[in-house]
């Protein structure tokens, strides 16, 4: 061949060249040999004892803002310091191996006085009982390890002049079944924390820094029921989500409320790492295979500004741990704009945990803080029903003009039902704006209980409204079927003035009053107004949910409807009106006010349930304000004010009057 019979001349570079190339070629296959044959069963036994765990990475959690971009719930950094127990292997190694020669020793000075005592040596057999076996091993292991875990915590205690202990239980569960993952000892440090740890701390074996995403609701209580609470998961299972996951890092879901209701949506889509740990369960190294995807943001259609205005109502006119409700509407398309439910609760705690005091408010069998009053609990509507009732004896023929003469109470069958309107004369106008009992049972006798049920139908009374928050009662409301047989007039004079079999919520009597204002169009609420990406720079176009979706129609005639608000607005203007309280200079308000019993099973009298339902202005309706409170007083007298207040705040905002500065709780 060209190159060997090249190598035959007399060429030294050559020779020396391929003698190069030559002695190249047998290094690497040596090298082969040594790797593949020799060192073979040492790298099989390395491979062996190494294995991949995969671990489950929570994704940022979506934002839940208002309908103008106010952040009503957020996820903030929280910084914890945590011990990787992988960093202390060799002192825990070290700390075995003195530990069982301690223990050691310590038997064979047994061994020595028993057989002192015996005054002979111990047998074979003898001499195994005070051998270590695998349970003394695992006892010492884990006291220990616990026990140089325990002097670096102490060390990060003195250090950030923070009290810390460590628990023996939840140090050796960490150890035993999540060695991969750093272990947390004291979480949620602040920024002078954070500071002091750095500068002792920098470069320290064994302990570092961890970063974690914490929902956080920045208004406190502000809109709480609706936007609901989380729970803390340590070990999250998602419906959708691969299973096979050998480690899942903590995350939240959502419990009710929209955190509930659109809980896939904003919490994304978790990641995935590998982790490569060694035959004791130590990390060696980790790789993100699968980046998290993060959830998507909310837009509700509450006005923040609205919202906070009712709840400083309900607060400063009822007090603080009063029971009631608030809703406000925008009667042009069902948009709810404002969802109030006093007590309150404060969504951060459900986060970072109760105190003792505000564990015992939470149970209380009275105030039920939990619960959302304009959603989630049945009232008997009272008077706030003669608007029903009313137009459908105006419907039914009913001549506004035509009076009826009240002696201050109604007789039916041999029941008296007590009148709080005066006796004396009631046409339709006077008889709404002095909610006479007497006025409506009459009429609504006359007009036939399937008409006033046919319209109670068309509002959809006693079915959910399909809100996404878990916190809905469909409420109770007769049938057809039901007034058809079995019913007496006693059950229609109940109903007629809102009592009886019937139950409804605040949000219900914001849909009805909505309707009566708009010209009869019963709309869906509407409380998400779109879902969108959280980077405002993706291409991803917003989810936009409907509005105006209407639901049915009242199918009553526009004059009759007409009639009614007028005598809705009169309950605010004139002087014999009941809802005087609410009238705000500059801006026409409708309503009526409710006062209903609540009864114990003695029929005996035990609350009532106090209403004002309203819109406003008169002239073009938009606002639909409900307000409800629990226990003594009048609707006119307890509620009227609180709408007050809220058309105040309303019309400061409609007329460009600077608002009162955003502040946490109000």
């Not at 020799?38 to 959690?61: G, I, K």
């Amino acid at each position: 061949m060209l190159i060997f019979d090249q190598l035959k001349k007399n060429d030294p570079q050559l020779r020396l060249l391929a003698m190069v190339v030559f002695g190249g070629l047998f290094v690497l296959l040596g090298g082969l040999w040594w790797v593949q044959i020799v060192n073979a069963r040492d790298y099989q036994t390395n491979l062996e004892t190494q294995s991949f765990r995969t671990v489950r990475l929570p994704s940022a959690r979506g934002k839940i803002l208002d309908r103008n971009g106010n952040v009503l719930a957020e996820n903030r950094p929280t910084y914890n310091v945590s011990l990787y127990l992988e960093d202390l292997r060799h002192q825990f190694v070290s700390a075995y191996t003195n530990g069982a020669a301690r223990v050691r020793a310590q038997r064979a000075r047994q061994i020595a006085d028993q057989e002192k005592q015996l005054h002979r040596g111990l047998t074979k057999r003898e001499h195994k009982q005070y051998a270590l076996n695998p349970a003394d091993k695992n006892l010492i292991g884990q006291t220990t390890r616990f026990a140089v875990a325990n002097d670096l915590v102490a060390q990060i205690s003195a250090r950030l002049r923070q009290p810390l202990s460590l628990d023996p239980t939840n140090f050796n569960r960490h150890y035993n079944t999540r060695l991969a993952l750093p272990y947390p000892v004291l979480k949620n440090i602040d920024a002078v924390q954070v500071a002091r740890f750095q500068e002792q701390f920098a470069g320290a074996i064994g302990t570092d820094l961890e970063i974690q995403s914490t929902r956080v609701y920045p208004l406190d209580t502000v809109a709480a029921h609706v936007l609901g609470y989380l729970r803390r998961e340590d070990y999250p299972n998602v419906v959708g989500e691969d299973a096979y996951f050998s480690y899942r890092l903590p995350d939240y879901s959502g419990e009710v409320g929209i955190e509930a209701g659109y809980d896939m949506q904003l919490r994304g889509r978790a990641g995935a790492k590998s982790v490569l740990v060694n035959n004791l369960g130590y990390r060696q190294a980790e790789n993100i295979w699968s980046p998290a995807e993060p959830g998507h943001n909310i837009v509700l259609t509450l006005d923040l500004q609205i919202q906070q205005a009712a709840e400083r109502a309900m607060r400063g006119r009822l007090g603080p741990q009063a029971c009631g409700a608030v809703v406000v509407m925008d009667v042009r398309n069902g948009d709810i704009l404002a969802v109030a439910s006093s007590p309150s609760v404060n969504p951060n705690d459900f986060v970072r945990g109760f105190t003792p005091a505000e564990m015992a408010r939470l149970n209380d069998a009275t105030l039920r803080p939990q619960i959302n009053r304009a959603t989630q609990e049945n009232y008997a509507p009272g008077s706030i029903f003669k608007t029903i009732t009313g137009l459908a004896c105006l419907e039914a023929g009913l001549n506004p003009k035509e009076t009826i003469s009240s002696p201050g109470h109604i007789q039916i069958g041999r029941r008296y039902i007590h009148d709080t309107a005066p006796a004396g004369n009631y046409d339709f106008r006077r008889a709404m704006l002095k909610s006479s009992n007497t006025y409506f049972i009459t009429n609504g006798l006359r007009c036939g209980i399937a008409n006033i049920v046919t319209l109670g139908h068309r509002l959809h009374l006693g079915e959910r409204a399909g809100l996404p928050t878990r916190q809905e009662t469909p409420g109770v409301f007769p049938s057809l079927k039901d007034v058809s047989t079995g019913w007496f007039d006693g059950d229609t004079a109940n109903i007629c003035i809102g009592q009886g079999r019937m139950a409804v919520t605040p949000l219900q009597m914001a849909v009805m009053t909505s309707a009566l204002a708009n010209g009869g169009k019963v709309f869906w609420p509407r409380l998400v107004e779109r879902l969108e990406s959280q980077d405002p720079t993706a291409m991803e176009a917003p989810v936009i949910f409907a509005q105006a979706r209407v639901r049915d129609e009242l199918g009553v005639r526009a004059r009759n409807l007409e009639i009614l608000r007028e005598a809705m607005l009169a309950d605010t203007e004139d002087a014999e009106g009941t809802g005087r309280a609410a009238a705000v200079a500059g801006l026409r308000i409708c309503a009526k006010t409710g006062t209903a019993q609540v009864t114990d099973e003695r029929n005996h009298i035990v609350s009532h349930n106090l209403w004002f339902i309203s819109f406003a202005p008169y002239e073009k309706p938009r606002y639909a304000v409900v307000v409800m409170a629990e226990g003594a007083g009048s609707g006119g007298g307890t509620c009227a004010p609180v709408a007050h207040d809220i058309y105040a705040a309303i019309q400061k905002l409609d007329t460009g009057t600077p608002a009162t500065t955003l502040a946490r709780g109000n």
